[in-house]
């Protein structure tokens, strides 16, 4: 009997290392280290005139002195993608006008005049958004290219600043709406 025992738990044990045996071989264990490098949203405004240097390169605007009423100036205002992705664009601008003397007076913003570009902008919510979607090392068409004084500016206005502050903002473009009006992450 002790010897049936005995040769019953051989037979056990033996089972029992042989499945153990095959589940080991069934079965590993691997490790594997990924890296994923997200790319890069980057943008910059160019602001050029229509002037050329010696070259045939475009000059790059510079704050004018001296500007009459009437007067119309070259400002080719653009974004360009300076990043590694396809990004959606959208621009806000703000005129300004910073009178030279104390007054009450408030200074009437429709004075100074920009030709915006709407067949390849879209105004909505204090933004112009681009029609197209960026690509990297691409500019976009220009925003506008001149800044009109209308003829009608009085006295008031001598030796006044006017300023156009561009701010402008990207967003990849992939998998981000169908344009940059459906685009979501935004910059607050």
């Known amino acids: 009997m002790k010897k049936k025992i005995l040769m019953l738990t051989a037979i056990v044990l033996c089972l029992t290392f042989a499945s153990l045996g095959t589940i080991a071989y069934y079965t590993a264990e691997d490790e594997a280290q990924n890296r994923i490098v997200a790319g890069d949203v980057s943008i910059q405004i160019v602001e050029l005139t229509d002037a050329t ?22 400002k080719i205002a653009m974004v360009e993608n300076t990043g590694s992705n396809s990004v959606y664009v959208r621009v806000s601008v703000e ?26 902008w879209t105004y909505s919510d ?27 500016m009085g006295n008031i206005y001598q030796n006044s600043t006017a300023s156009v502050n561009l701010i402008a903002q990207a967003t990849q473009s992939a998998n981000n709406g169908a344009n940059a009006l459906e685009a979501s992450g935004w910059p607050e």
């Open 53 to 74: 240097d010696e070259n045939g390169e475009p000059i790059p605007f510079e704050n004018l002195t001296g500007v009459m009423p009437g007067a119309e100036i070259s």
């Open 126 to 152: 204090g933004y112009y958004y681009y029609n197209s979607v960026l690509a990297p090392g691409a500019s976009t068409e220009p925003l506008f290219t001149t800044v009109a004084f209308a003829p009608s």
């Open 95 to 120: 005129t300004v006008i910073e009178f030279a003397q104390e007054t009450d007076e408030i200074a009437d913003l429709s004075l100074v005049a920009l030709d915006f570009n709407t067949e390849d």
